[in-house]
């Protein structure tokens, strides 16, 4: 290491050293992917760790120590993308109270009073209570009431100018009334809510399953934030729903020059306010450590049912006087801290991928977590959505993966950590940072090399993990599902209660409460066994006297007279609602003639798509569910059948269609089998017999053809109110 001699200082262990040149190079590496291309590859919680350790080494060895290690800076890197700003008054940071318990806060206040030199016997100190909005902080700067110039943060003294993006953001206003002082500058967060974060990345999600490129998911609301904050483009930007909140202020026009006078952080915060920037209700005025204490429960209880991410609470002095005598020490004002939370991010390792069977029959991968705390409570499961989910974060078992639990959402796998950055970090003799970027800049391209995102990794299972059933994924879904239907116990219950309910078979008294029980007492396996309780078993389970049991015997036999819709829309059959039901009874007038169609019968049916065809085909292509059908007939569930309806004439049938571009939801496949499921015919190329032109996006000389010929022009909305008209 180049700094040992210089100073005179005793020279560290080489292995100290080693580990000091890995650290900053690792650290390099992820604050450039956090602060340059908001995509960090590990939490927050683990760069915390990286840098605490490297913090310890250097301070144990100062003979370490270095002008350029990234313990001496404090923000992130300007991109030359932008243009720069000098803020007026530095953006500086703010100290972490590093004890998670309630109880830091007692630590602050202690420091607070020392520092002021009160007595034990002087009176609480006041505080405001806020919280830690997890985005990234702005400073907006209004010249006479206008809105002149927004910047990050960046360095703290430089931040970059993203004014054009900030203008996007409805919540701040481009206009302050009248009485703001003639230079305001507010500073706060940019975040976006977990709502609209999760419709974002639902977005991605379908851009990058219809194959965009250079699309990607977002790892949290904050990164998103950033990222959208941080576009070149602010049409791009517009699209990403931000919010703000204002906690604090730069440059102001003094009070000797007709500026305002704040007095105290909370009044400033309700002028802020009064000219129309988001405060946040939650800020709370606090007497003494304990008041402090309490919102930092009473906070961390309702973290999960805010509507976007905190890390923590924020505690300040609150009379400004005060602030002043406190100053700062290095960059950090000795007036405020930030009072953690458990992070909402961690890293683990995935032990295997399991999967579940959900009521609907869906079937989730989830991920097989060595135990880890993340958001508050030990996590060991955490769901993979689907199989494609699991193929874009390119996911194998044994890898490192970052779990997000926030909210009170089912814990995620959100990525993994490649293995690789670890590796690339680990240089021997590296002595300067120029090489220590150098050999991460050329372990990065090595790392950033994508895997074969269809590398045969894990696989769904082809049989229901629970019933054994065929597992199926219908064209255009990304879910599997079992097909076991009634057969499966993981789908009994939702099952039954369908088969029971008003609309479908009727079954009185046949509640969720008491289907719980028969299920999980293992009586009722499948809906025949319905009929075949006894009053005595009924009669022996929870809250049942022998007249309410006598009461669902009844409701029993009743329902046994039935009709044909009825019965099929009981069976719980994907796609089979109390329409198609009445459509299938119609057109078949008999069940064995529904039981026994193909798909191409299914496809004449009014009204029935190739998706419902394929459901209602593959349901009586079961076994089980066959089974099923002849026990319930045989405990005497009847229905008066009829004769097969006339073939009806096809909606589309004689109509010639044309389809051009890409359509937002169907494939071009989908949209031709749908279109000529209602009759019609699908040709290639647009001439005076076409009927109809369907356009998608980037649709080219087809469209232009349609249009000089004068030939109807639908987009897939319209083409697909036609085929339900
Ligand atoms: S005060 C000099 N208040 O947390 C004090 N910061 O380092 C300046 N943050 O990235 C910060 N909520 O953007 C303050 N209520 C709040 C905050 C807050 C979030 C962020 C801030 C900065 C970090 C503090």
Redesign the pocket.
């Known amino acids: 290491m180049t700094t040992g001699d210089l100073f005179d200082l005793p020279p560290a262990p080489a292995g100290a050293a080693r580990r000091v040149a890995e650290l900053r190079a690792l650290l390099h590496h992820h604050a450039h992917r956090y602060y340059t291309l908001d995509a960090p590859e590990i939490p927050d919680a683990e760069y915390d760790r990286l840098f605490r350790e490297l913090q310890q080494l250097e301070s144990d060895h100062p003979g370490l120590a270095s002008p350029d290690s990234p313990t001496q800076r404090v923000g992130g890197a300007v991109l030359d993308l932008f243009a720069k700003v000098r803020h007026a008054v530095p953006?500086?940071?703010?100290r972490?109270e590093t004890d998670i318990e309630a109880s830091g806060a007692v630590a602050f206040d202690a420091r607070v009073r020392r520092e002021l030199g009160l007595a034990d016997d002087a009176p609480p100190v006041e505080y405001v209570a806020?919280?830690?909005?997890?985005?990234?902080?702005?400073n907006l700067r209004y010249e006479n009431g206008v809105l002149v110039q927004a910047a990050t943060?960046g360095d703290g003294e430089i931040g970059e100018d993203v004014t054009h993006n900030i203008r996007t953001i409805g919540q701040i206003p481009l206009k302050l009334p009248a009485d703001a002082p003639p230079v305001l500058e507010v500073?706060?967060?940019v975040y976006m809510k977990r709502a609209d974060f999760d419709r974002l990345n639902e977005r991605q999600r379908e851009k990058i399953d219809a194959g965009l490129k250079n699309e990607k998911t977002y790892v949290n609301p904050r990164n998103a934030a950033a990222g959208a904050v941080r576009q070149l483009d602010s049409a791009i930007a517009r699209q990403r729903p931000l919010s703000f909140?204002a906690?604090?202020w730069g440059e102001v026009t003094p009070v000797e020059a007709g500026g305002p006078d704040f007095g105290t952080q909370y009044q400033a915060l309700l002028t802020l306010r009064s000219w129309g920037l988001p405060v946040?209700d939650r800020?709370q005025v606090c007497n003494g450590p304990d008041e402090l204490v309490a919102f930092h429960r009473q906070i961390g209880a309702l973290r999960d049912s805010l509507p976007f991410d905190?890390?923590g609470?924020?505690y300040?002095v609150n009379a400004l006087a005060l602030q002043r005598q406190l100053g700062f020490v290095s960059r950090?004002?000795r007036w405020?801290v930030?009072h953690k939370y458990p992070a909402q991010e961690q890293v683990t390792r995935m032990l295997g991928i399991d999967v579940q069977v959900g009521r609907t029959g869906k079937l989730t991968p989830v991920a097989r977590l060595d135990p880890v705390f993340v958001g508050g409570t030990t996590v060991s499961n955490a769901t993979l959505h689907n199989l494609f989910e699991l193929r874009r974060k390119q996911l194998r078992v044994g890898d490192s993966v970052i779990i997000r639990r926030a909210g009170d959402v089912i814990p995620e796998v959100v990525g993994r950590v490649p293995p690789t950055v670890v590796r690339a970090a680990r240089i021997e003799g590296a002595d300067s940072e120029a090489a220590i970027d150098q050999a991460v800049a050329e372990g990065s391209s090595q790392r950033l090399a994508p895997r074969d995102p269809y590398v045969p990794n894990f696989r769904m299972p082809r049989q229901c993990p629970i019933c054994g059933s065929a597992v199926v994924r219908e064209k255009g879904e990304v879910n599997h599902r079992c097909s076991g239907g009634l057969f499966c116990a993981a789908q009994r219950k939702q099952a039954i209660l369908h088969y029971a309910q008003r609309r479908a078979v009727d079954i009185e008294g046949l509640g969720e409460k008491l289907v719980d029980q028969l299920v999980e007492a293992g009586v009722v396996k499948t809906l025949p066994d319905l009929y075949r309780l006894g009053l005595t078993a009924l009669a022996a389970l929870d809250r049942m006297a022998e007249k309410s049991a006598q009461n669902v015997l009844d409701g029993l036999e009743q329902s046994k007279t039935t009709t044909l819709p009825r019965f099929l829309y009981g069976l719980g059959i994907r796609h089979v609602g109390e329409t198609t039901a009445k459509d299938l009874a119609r057109h078949f007038g008999r069940l064995d003639g529904v039981m026994d169609a193909s798909v191409g019968q299914l496809l004449e049916v009014p009204d029935v798509g190739p998706i419902v065809a394929e459901a209602v085909h593959t349901f009586f292509q079961q076994p089980h569910n066959r089974e099923v059908i002849e026990q319930l007939r045989a405990c005497g569930v009847t229905w008066p059948e009829g004769d097969p309806a006339p073939r009806a004439a096809l909606p589309l049938a004689g109509k010639t269609f044309v389809l051009t571009g890409t359509l937002p939801t169907l494939s071009r496949d989908d949209a031709k089998e749908r279109l000529e499921a209602a009759g019609a015919k699908v040709a290639g190329s647009v001439s005076k017999k076409t009927d109809y032109v369907v356009a998608g996006d980037e649709a080219g000389s087809k469209l232009a053809k349609a249009q000089e010929l004068g030939i109807a022009v639908l987009d897939e909305a319209g083409m697909l109110a036609l085929l339900s008209s």
Do not use: C, N, Q
Request: zero cysteines; hydrophobic letters at 45%.
């Open positions: 953006m500086l940071s703010i972490t806020e919280l830690k909005f997890d985005g990234l902080a702005i943060r500073r706060g967060e909140f906690y604090g946040s800020t905190i890390d609470v924020v300040k950090e004002p405020a930030a």
